[in-house]
């Protein structure tokens, strides 16, 4: 985001860098990329339009309907929701470690967030029904329970999702926020401006390239998530990733196998379509860096 | 627009055990501008953050044209500062930074807008209003944060070492358009270097702080010519350090007598100040001086001459260096005025840094 000045200006200048070899350092990359994205993609793509042998648009069709829709909606509704939330969360968690004092306090956070960011799959499923499930330790020492609580519907997936969303967000954000020079809050005093004055017109723009970085990085995280999501929900909340678990595992009409590969194309459309909301508005909230 | 009289009265400030300020008394006159000179950590950046308010003082009072301002918050102050470097907001363009105290106090657009070319055009920049804070050199960018520190009108301006991450030519000229914006303004200005030449430069006059502690306030003639104290004398231009015997109330030096400015400390041995100026050399193959370095800054050279078991820097016009070569014997005579005198130190070198061997002419 903030490359592409430098980058021009390399380019522009030294023009005997441009026919360096460096470019066969990204070969490896590229062809893995190729392998491992491109072929499955074209998979995708050809056995969406076949049924029976015969081009088709009914697995689409099918892909976009009833349970299949309620679950690609579920998604959309459990990604957005928990991208919003921690970002915000995870936006003000940094920013009171950055602005703390306690060195230790600091570090602690910091690496904390390193390992819960990576912390997902039936790990973290376990470690959350062990806790807060039915018969979790809390759960039963609390008598939650019997007060109607559980962990099994959107709202709990949507907190154990979290636990990691705050943390990936708090490692995105905190070099930002370590960015904001304290001369630009001393010069906005000395211009008057009071605190919330500051952070509308210069803190907050200045850091809006990365908060909607972050949002869509929370949005692809939970949008892709399906471990966890199997292990403690199983099927009682609606979600696309289950949807073509489900599909793969023959658990489908004779025929219909392919609908697990159009549920997969709407995955990868409906990403791009976030793209195209956030690019634009990445652009021009970045304006000012090139 | 008409400057406000600024008076510190003994700030004291300290950070973790140490006194950052250490009861600083100040009076700075209305439209003056003042130069807080002083090695790193002396406390004349704390003081000015005190007169901004991004400092409030552990003891003493902050006064503007005789009003206590000391608990008033920063964003409520008629000071406008200059800060070292990178100090716009780099979100904003150049025309929105100068304007950006007007925006926060709900002016409209176009009479901000128009207020911020005028401002522009006063730092010799009217065409870059558009541009943002990355697009401009480091020289543009401090003046177009001195735009935007006087665009409210203040009444005083606080410079924190605004000329110093640029580069020595800009640094000249822009110090000259500070100095005549001020004057034309007539604002009262705080001026914090660790740049003597700056502040001599600029200053109607510079106090020199040390410690926490004001070591002088005077006229930068008077602060060269007739330093109150050994450290200001060192700390302002070069000064050689000689030793001589107390006789009376004059002192021995070099084989003249010359009358004492200032207090006589308690011991007859003493050091002898002497500004490399007021050491005259002559040419005489008898002689037991020897030049040993020379090193020419075109006006003028200075000379490292040797002179028995001491060493002494010496200023001659710059055309003198041929005559005055390394290895030339000269006689060495010092400018009969008052000298200050200290407790002798032991050291017999100049109080500046070695000229290094490439500057050998």
């Known amino acids: 985001m903030t490359a592409p000045s430098a980058v021009r200006t390399a380019s522009a200048s030294g023009g005997g860098r441009t026919k360096s070899k460096s470019w066969l350092a990204t070969v490896p990359l590229l062809a893995f990329v190729i392998l491992i994205f491109g072929v499955p993609l074209v998979i995708i793509l050809g056995g969406t339009f076949k049924r029976e042998g015969a081009f088709s648009a009914a697995n689409i069709t099918e892909s976009l309907q009833g349970a299949y829709l309620t679950a690609l909606l579920g998604s959309v509704k459990l990604s957005a929701l928990v991208a919003v939330v921690g970002a915000l969360l995870g936006t003000f968690l940094a920013q009171a470690v950055v602005t703390s004092r306690f060195r230790l306090l600091r570090e602690a956070v910091l690496t904390a967030s390193g390992v819960l960011s990576n912390f997902g799959g039936i790990p973290l499923a376990f470690a959350w029904i062990a806790t807060l499930g039915n018969s979790g330790v809390i759960t039963k020492a609390l008598g939650l329970d019997s007060a109607g609580w559980s962990l099994y519907n959107f709202w709990g997936l949507a907190l154990v999702y979290l636990y990691f969303s705050i943390p990936l967000m708090v490692v995105v954000v905190v070099p930002a926020l370590d960015g904001l020079r304290p001369q630009w809050r001393e010069a906005a005093q000395n211009n008057g401006a009071n605190t919330w004055q500051f952070w509308r017109h210069v803190g907050i723009p200045v850091l809006t390239p990365t908060l909607l970085g972050g949002v869509v990085l929370l949005f692809g995280g939970a949008f892709a998530a399906y471990a966890t999501a199997a292990a403690m929900v199983g099927g009682t909340v609606p979600l696309v990733t289950l949807q073509i678990a489900n599909a793969l595992s023959g658990n489908v009409l004779i025929g219909h196998e392919n609908v697990a590969l159009a549920l997969s194309l709407d995955m990868i459309i409906i990403a791009g379509l976030v793209m195209a909301v956030y690019l634009p508005l990445q652009r021009r909230s970045a304006r000012w860096l090139r | ?322 005559r005055l070569a390394p290895g030339t014997r000269v006689r060495v005579k010092l400018v009969e005025r008052p000298v200050l005198v200290s407790a002798s130190s032991g050291a017999t070198t100049p109080a500046t840094a070695p000229v290094p061997e490439h500057d050998v002419v």
Do not use: W
Request: hydrophobic share 40%; proline share 6%.
């Open chain 2, 1 to 322: 627009m008409n400057g406000a009289k600024v008076e510190l009265r003994g700030l004291r400030r300290n950070f973790s055990g140490t006194a950052a300020l250490d009861g600083l008394d100040l009076t700075i006159e209305s439209g003056e501008l003042i130069a807080l000179l002083g090695p790193s950590g002396c406390g004349k950046t704390t003081a000015l953050r005190c007169v901004a308010g991004f400092e409030q003082p552990d003891e003493g009072a902050v006064l503007v044209d005789g009003k206590d301002i000391t608990r008033v918050p920063a964003n409520k102050r008629d000071a406008g500062m200059v800060f070292q470097s990178y100090s716009l907001f780099p979100n904003l363009n150049v025309r929105d930074n100068v304007a950006f105290g007007l925006r926060v106090r709900k002016v409209p657009a176009t009479k901000r807008h128009a207020r911020a070319q005028e401002l522009l055009e006063l730092i010799g920049l009217p065409h870059i209003g558009g541009r943002f804070p990355h697009q401009l050199s480091g020289g543009q960018q401090q003046r177009v944060a001195l735009a935007r520190a006087l665009a409210l009108e203040p009444r005083v301006l606080l410079l924190d070492e605004p000329l110093s991450a640029l580069d020595a030519k800009v640094r000249v000229s822009l110090r000259e358009e500070i100095r005549r914006l001020q004057l034309s303004l007539g604002i009262t200005t705080i001026f914090v270097t660790h740049d003597q030449e700056e502040a001599l430069s600029m200053a109607d006059r510079v106090a020199v702080l040390r410690a926490g502690r004001l070591e002088q306030v005077a006229d930068p003639a008077t602060l060269y010519d007739r330093p109150a104290t050994p450290f200001v004398a060192e700390f302002v231009g070069t000064m050689n350090r000689v030793p001589g015997r107390i006789e009376g109330d004059q002192v021995a030096v070099l084989g003249q007598t010359l009358p004492v400015d200032g207090d006589l400390p308690g011991t007859p041995d003493v050091d002898v100040l002497i500004r490399p100026e007021a050491v005259l050399l002559t040419p005489d193959s008898e002689a037991d001086g020897m030049v040993l370095v020379s090193s020419f800054r075109g006006s003028t050279a200075q000379l490292r001459v040797q002179l028995g078991d001491i060493e002494v820097l010496a200023d001659v016009p710059g055309h003198d260096s041929v």
